[in-house]
C-alpha cells in the first residue's frame, strides 16, 4: 500500500479477493476438483444474447448485461463448473422474474 501499512479487509478490492477466496473454497469443499469433459464452447457474447433474449423487459436485459460482464471477470479465476452454475443462476433469476410477472398479470 502506499501508506505502508499491509492491506486489510475494508480494502474493498482485498475484501473482494478475499469473499471470491472463500467463495471457491467452499464450492471446492462441496464439490470437490472435477476434470470431466468439456462438452461445449460458446462466446462470452454469445451466451449474453441468449440470455438477453429470455430477459421479458428492457430493466432485465440491462442486469443480465451486468451480471454476464461480472461472471465474465473473474471467469479465469473459477473452476469451469463454478462459472456453469453462475450462468444458470443467472437463467433462472431472469425466468423467475418472467414468470412473476406472468403470474401478476394473469387472472
Same mark, same amino acid.
Given at each position: 500500500?502506499?501508506?505502508?501499512? @499491509? @492491506?486489510?479487509?475494508?480494502?474493498?478490492? #482485498?475484501?473482494?479477493?478475499?469473499?471470491?477466496?472463500?467463495? $471457491?473454497?467452499? +464450492?471446492?469443499?462441496?464439490?470437490? *476438483?472435477?476434470?470431466?469433459? /468439456?462438452?461445449?464452447? +460458446?462466446?462470452?457474447?454469445?451466451?449474453?444474447?441468449? %440470455?438477453?433474449?429470455? &430477459? @421479458?423487459?428492457? $430493466?432485465? &436485459?440491462? %442486469?443480465?448485461?451486468?451480471?454476464? /460482464?461480472?461472471? =465474465? &471477470? +473473474? *471467469?479465469?479465476? =473459477?473452476?469451469?463448473?463454478? #462459472? $456453469?452454475?453462475?450462468?444458470?443462476?443467472? &437463467?433462472?433469476?431472469?425466468?423467475?422474474?418472467?414468470?412473476?410477472?406472468?403470474? *401478476?398479470?394473469?387472472?
Amino acid at each position: 500500500m502506499p501508506d505502508g501499512h @499491509p @492491506p486489510t479487509p475494508q480494502d474493498p478490492l #482485498v475484501a473482494r479477493a478475499l469473499e471470491l477466496r472463500a467463495d $471457491l473454497e467452499r +464450492f471446492q469443499g462441496r464439490w470437490g *476438483a472435477t476434470e470431466g469433459e /468439456a462438452c461445449l464452447s +460458446f462466446s462470452w457474447g454469445e451466451l449474453e444474447r441468449q %440470455l438477453v433474449d429470455l &430477459a @421479458p423487459s428492457d $430493466l432485465q &436485459a440491462e %442486469l443480465v448485461h451486468r451480471l454476464v /460482464a461480472r461472471t =465474465k &471477470a +473473474f *471467469a479465469e479465476l =473459477k473452476p469451469a463448473e463454478m #462459472v $456453469l452454475r453462475e450462468i444458470i443462476s443467472i &437463467a433462472a433469476l431472469i425466468l423467475e422474474e418472467s414468470s412473476l410477472e406472468v403470474r *401478476a398479470v394473469a387472472p
